[in-house]
């Protein structure tokens, strides 16, 4: 378990001795994940992404890892833009799960892609956009 982890945890359970009640599904949701309660998370379905996506920004590349994992397996249209900006990330094993998941995507993918080469200013989200497109064309 990472510090950040660690932290968190510890964060979650003195919120709990408070008998603190998350009131928002975006306050579930940190709430699940600082608790790695990441199956939960999953079964609130693609109304989690845009949290896992803010998540991508923790320090904690485990954690970024396991928000990353959760808005692969809950899949969808929404998934694939947190997908597109994890190609970012500077920890590569983040950044290949995201492209893995993107290739495992298929063709569906392309139109996002593109986009992404067009409008980021990020190179290494260009280069990795770039270099899926190339694979998914031959």
Sequence with gaps: MSSGTHNRSHIAHAL?????VPETERDIIFYLAARDNWDEIER???QAIEVLAEL?????PEFRAS???MIE???????????????GDNSAPI????????LE??????PYLEQAVADTEAPNIR?????????LES
Excluded: H, Y
């Design 127 to 135: 280069t990795f956009a770039m270099k899926i497109l190339k694979k």
């Design 67 to 69: 928000a990353l994992e």
């Design 16 to 20: 709990e001795a408070l008998l603190w």
């Design 95 to 102: 950044r290949i799960r995201a492209e893995n998941a993107l």
């Design 105 to 110: 995507r298929g063709k569906t993918v392309v």
């Design 44 to 46: 609130i379905g693609e």
């Design 73 to 87: 397996r809950i899949g969808g249209d929404a998934s694939v833009q947190p997908l597109i900006l994890a190609l």
């Design 56 to 60: 991508q920004n923790d320090k904690d």
